[in-house]
């Protein structure tokens, strides 16, 4: 079964975790159908950073 993805390319989302938000750069999908997403945003070190995140680690940003 196909799930479709939470959020798009482009879209902001905020960390559940932390504090910080990025835009989301690219999705994947594996065979269990758990997606992960790559995130571009600015660390706490103030560098730009690239990372898979999952799902569950994300929320949409306001």
């Known amino acids: ?3 479709t993805f939470s ?3 482009g879209q ?4 559940v ?5 990025g835009e989301i750069v690219g ?3 594996n ?3 758990k997606h992960s997403y790559l995130v571009r945003y600015v660390d706490a ?5 690239e990372t ?10 306001q």
Request: glycine fraction near 0%; proline fraction near 0%.
């Open 1 to 3: 079964m196909t799930r």
């Open 52 to 61: 898979w995140w999952t799902e569950e680690s994300l929320y949409a940003a």
């Open 27 to 29: 999705r994947y999908s």
């Open 45 to 49: 070190a103030a560098t730009e950073v």
């Open 7 to 9: 959020f798009d390319i």
């Open 17 to 21: 975790a932390s504090n910080l938000t």
């Open 31 to 33: 065979s269990d159908s």
């Open 12 to 15: 902001h989302v905020r960390f």
